[in-house]
């Protein structure tokens, strides 16, 4: 044993020879010398809001965009004669026809998301400040008993079946995925065979296939799970017959699951999801599977949100009733993630697999206006209005064999290299991992 866990770590100690890390804020002054906006960078956000405005009009089945007093703000509204159907438990009140969004922010942000990993791994805990005693134990179901993990043995232990020790997946390693929401809606169209031929699939907490494979198909790459589904892994396992989907945990590994995987055992792996944070907009799975999917897929096709007028958000396509939350506010969020080319939507209305999002930002405009809202962000990141403001963003120097990712495709190569590697010598790449992350904002 010995002996074994020596050579593991040689192993590691010449394959992750030098681990440098470094904080920066949003506002580091090394990334972007001026604050000061050019004619260009106005002119580039102005361009999106333009293009952003005809794109929700063309494709968004009655909604409208406007752009708000600054450069950055944008309103998508509902037409006047919605009838929301939503109340907020705590006051009771219906929810808005209108919803405003930070275009800057939402540009900014998921391109970090396309370029970040989003599974929890060891390399990412060791190399926080703190990381086991600041933020490993919030990760853990009744962390704050573990006194911030001042055995650090035990919190290691806790975390072991779900903690790899580098990210498994990496950006553009997929070139087509389908995420897969559970609303009712789904039974009025047969996607299934239009699903099963993506290369990834999505799926979220119990969602079954089985006797639904004619509507929601029966691949299944990925399964996100919510606290709840993540309690009854057993159960969870049982949906995929291959027993192979990849589950991914958006809250705290509990004693209860780390028992299910020793002794059910359960053989699928399991990770923990580390996302980036996007406010209020965006608590639910549905996003969290976005962003997961955006995190290591080219293409990111949604399947099964509420999101055709006349929605009925209450229902799944397996039972009944479910409690919805904000079913408006997340249309429009998820409209405006297709307006900025993230994803693109396919529900009962919008039905043909081939159907062109018209107006959506071109690539040019789509980095030009990130370029600009980068800067802006930065001086409006000063203030308290930005909810990522209080967010770091981690760089991360991890010398790695090559080895370790020669097996991934050549988009995936090339994104790397541009995104994310140095060449230091021919084995051996600096990768330059960048970290968003929302447990630590606050
Ligand atoms: C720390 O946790 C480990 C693993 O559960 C346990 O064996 C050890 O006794 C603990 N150490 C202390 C000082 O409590
Ligand atoms: C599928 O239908 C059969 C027969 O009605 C039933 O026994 C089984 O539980 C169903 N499976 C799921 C996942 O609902
Ligand atoms: C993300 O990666 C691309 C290369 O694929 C690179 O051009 C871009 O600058 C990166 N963005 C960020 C925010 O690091």
Same mark, same amino acid.
């Given at each position: 044993m010995r002996v074994l866990q020596l050579g593991l770590f040689l192993a590691l100690a010449s394959g992750f020879a030098a681990i440098s890390i470094y904080i920066t804020g949003l506002s580091d002054p090394f990334v972007y010398p001026s604050y000061h906006l050019t004619d260009e960078d106005t002119q580039a956000l102005l361009s999106l809001h333009d293009t952003f405005q005809k794109c929700v009009t063309a494709n968004g089945l009655g909604l409208k965009a406007t752009r708000g007093t600054d450069y950055c703000q944008t309103t998508i509204s509902f037409p006047s004669d919605t009838i929301p =159907?939503? @109340? /907020?438990? =705590?006051?009771?009140e219906l929810e808005a026809l209108s919803f405003d969004f930070n275009l800057c922010e939402a540009v900014a942000t998921w391109e970090q998301v396309r370029n970040s990993t989003t599974i929890l791994t060891k390399e990412f805990i060791d190399s926080l400040p703190n990381g086991w005693e600041e933020y490993a134990w919030r990760r853990i179901n009744k962390g704050i008993q573990l006194n911030h993990c001042e055995n650090k043995t035990l919190c290691m232990e806790k975390l072991s079946l779900v903690l790899p020790e580098t990210p498994p997946y990496f950006p553009s390693q997929f070139r087509r995925c389908a995420v897969i929401g559970n609303s009712g809606d789904l039974l009025k169209t047969k996607f299934g065979n239009e699903i099963d031929g993506y290369e990834v699939v999505i799926r979220e907490n119990g969602a079954p296939t089985q006797n639904y494979t004619d509507y929601v198909g029966r691949k299944s790459t990925f399964r996100l799970l919510n606290r709840g589904s993540a309690k009854a892994l057993d159960k969870v396992v049982e949906l995929d017959e291959q027993r192979k989907e990849v589950l991914i945990i958006k809250t705290t590994v509990h004693d209860i699951m780390n028992k299910m995987i020793r002794e059910v055992p359960i053989k699928n792996p399991v990770y923990l999801m580390l996302g980036a944070s996007f406010g209020s907009a965006a608590k639910g799975t549905g996003l969290k599977a976005l962003e997961f999917a955006l995190s290591m897929c080219d293409s990111v096709d949604m399947y099964g949100f509420t999101v055709d007028p006349g929605y009925k958000e209450w229902t799944r396509y397996f039972s009944e009733s479910r409690q919805g939350h904000t079913p408006l506010h997340g249309r429009a969020y998820y409209q405006m993630m297709e307006c900025l080319g993230l994803i693109k939507i396919h529900s009962p209305m919008r039905a /043909?697999?081939? @159907?062109v999002v018209k107006w959506v930002p071109s690539h040019h405009i789509i980095r030009a206006a990130r370029i600009a809202s980068e800067k802006l962000l930065r001086r409006v990141g000063a203030g308290s209005e930005d909810p990522l403001a209080a967010c770091s963003i981690i760089k991360k120097q991890v010398k790695r064999n090559l080895n370790a990712v020669s097996k991934l495709r050549k988009a995936a190569l090339d994104h790397l290299r541009l995104c994310c590697w140095e060449a230091s010598n021919p084995m051996i790449y600096k990768i330059i991992r960048l970290f968003t992350f929302s447990k630590l904002c606050h």
């Open positions: =159907k939503w @109340r /907020d438990p =705590k006051t009771g /043909d697999l081939n @159907r």
